[in-house]
């Protein structure tokens, strides 16, 4: 099965059974660092983003569907927990996963934070999270960003990265309130 991990680190190294997978999973990072740099970077501000990190844990996980298509298997799966340091609070998420027949995995979802951001006060925050990976390996790539959406109520723009291991979290982040 497929991993859940939002990871953005173009320097781990991986290794994988075939030369071509890990060369498809290297290709992935690099385009995932340029579209992550075009596509989620910032809105421009006249002063310098404030940089946080943090730490959490995921306390559930569950699948909600699977199904297959042409190959492929499409899965749900949901997932809350709590985050400490830049973020304070608990967070609820629903990714959409599909593992391809060539153990390429796509990603995507919505994340509900609920606490406290560093600066900006508390309330609720809407994050997109996307990214790419391979079943197996230890790393997926993605980006995650503060959304516009109705229910957030923390006039907080940013984008971050988040490394899993096992329920763990790390994350850092660049935000303007």
């Known amino acids: 099965m497929w991993r859940q991990v939002l990871v953005f680190d173009a320097n781990v190294a991986l290794s994988g059974s075939e030369g071509e997978t890990l060369a498809v999973v290297r290709g992935l990072i690099a385009l995932g660092t340029v579209v992550a740099g075009l596509t989620f970077a910032a809105p421009a501000y006249a002063s310098a983003p404030t940089t946080g990190a943090g730490s959490g844990v995921i306390t559930s996980v569950s699948i909600t569907s699977t199904r297959e298509a042409d190959g492929n298997i499409i899965q749900v799966r949901e997932l809350t927990g709590t985050v400490t340091g830049t973020l304070n609070g608990t967070f609820a998420e ?3 996963g599909v593992v391809h027949p060539s153990g390429l995995v ?61 329920p763990l979290l790390s994350y850092e982040v660049r935000y303007h309130c």
Do not use: W
Request: proline share 2%; hydrophobic share 40%.
């Open 94 to 96: 629903q990714v959409r």
């Open 106 to 166: 796509t990603f995507h979802g919505v994340m509900t934070f609920d606490g406290a951001v560093a600066g900006c006060g508390s309330g609720t925050v809407t994050i997109g999270l996307s990214g790419l990976g391979v079943t197996g390996a230890p790393v997926t790539v993605a980006a995650i960003r503060v959304i516009d959406q109705a229910s957030s109520t923390l006039g907080v723009k940013g984008v971050g990265t988040v490394t899993q291991d096992g």
